[in-house]
T-cell receptor
Framework: DVKVTQSSRYLVKRTGEKVFLECVQD?????MFWYRQDPGLGLRLIYF???????EKGDIPEGYSVSREKKERFSLILESASTNQTSMYLC????????????FGSGTRLTVV | GQQVMQIPQYQHVQEGEDFTTYCNSS?????IQWYKQRPGGHPVFLIQ?????EVKKQKRLTFQFGEAKKNSSLHITATQTTDVGTYFC??????????????FGKGMKLTVNP
């Protein structure tokens, strides 16, 4: 089974901190994605990557950046955390081509105080 | 850009009832996928539909892809408390960069009265 592991289940950070959310997958998938999930808004794509060092903005990239130095790892960076970034963050991966299912990690619930 | 709309957004049913939820796209989809997220969990892939008019069944769940490949439905027969969760549909979209990614609907949250 494909496993997508997110490093933290719960995280509390202060406003203005730089925050790193880590995601690792173990099935050699080319594509990796970061979503945030908020009540009533569904899953919104922040960034995705289709190869090492390649990235593409999703629908809500403002305030975020990403890093993919190795194929198995995709990091989401909040440059200066703000309270409106309090959310559930979900990482997903899929093989290329992407017309196949996504596998999601368990999520990181981030609270910015 | 392409949007995927799910209706209704919330559904409350009595255990044992049947119900249907719908997913509509503004553009033709190459395929559609359905995911289920249990309370406190993460989305888990259920099924993918590719062909026009395709119907697939998983026990009490029936998935259908419209003839025009712009809409899909999920029908649950004899709902059980184990069906509780949020159901997402997702359609493929080609980005400006030429890559493909899924566009998710906002989800349909199902609650069941035992």
């Amino acid at each position: 089974d494909v496993k997508v592991t997110q490093s933290s289940r719960y995280l509390v950070k202060r406003t203005g901190e730089k925050v790193f959310l880590e995601c690792v997958q173990d099935m050699d998938h080319e594509n990796m994605f970061w979503y945030r999930q908020d009540p009533g808004l569904g899953l919104r794509l922040i960034y995705f990557s289709y190869d090492v060092k390649m990235k593409e903005k999703g629908d809500i990239p403002e305030g975020y950046s990403v890093s993919r130095e190795k194929k198995e790892r995709f990091s989401l960076i909040l440059e200066s955390a703000s309270t409106n970034q309090t959310s559930m963050y979900l990482c997903a991966s899929s093989p290329y081509p992407s017309r196949v299912s996504y596998t999601f990690g368990s999520g990181t619930r981030l609270t910015v105080v | 850009g392409q949007q995927v709309m799910q209706i209704p957004q919330y559904q409350h049913v009595q255990e044992g009832e049947d119900f249907t939820t719908y997913c509509n796209s503004s553009t033709t989809l190459s395929n559609i996928q359905w995911y289920k997220q249990r309370p406190g969990g993460h989305p888990v892939f259920l099924i993918q539909l590719v062909k026009s008019g395709e119907v697939k069944k998983q026990k009490r769940l029936t998935f259908q892809f419209g003839e025009a490949k712009k809409n899909s439905s999920l029908h649950i027969t004899a709902t059980q408390t184990t069906d509780v969760g949020t159901y997402f549909c997702a359609g493929q979209r080609v980005t400006q960069g030429g890559s493909e990614k899924l566009v998710f609907g906002k989800g349909m949250k199902l609650t069941v009265n035992p």
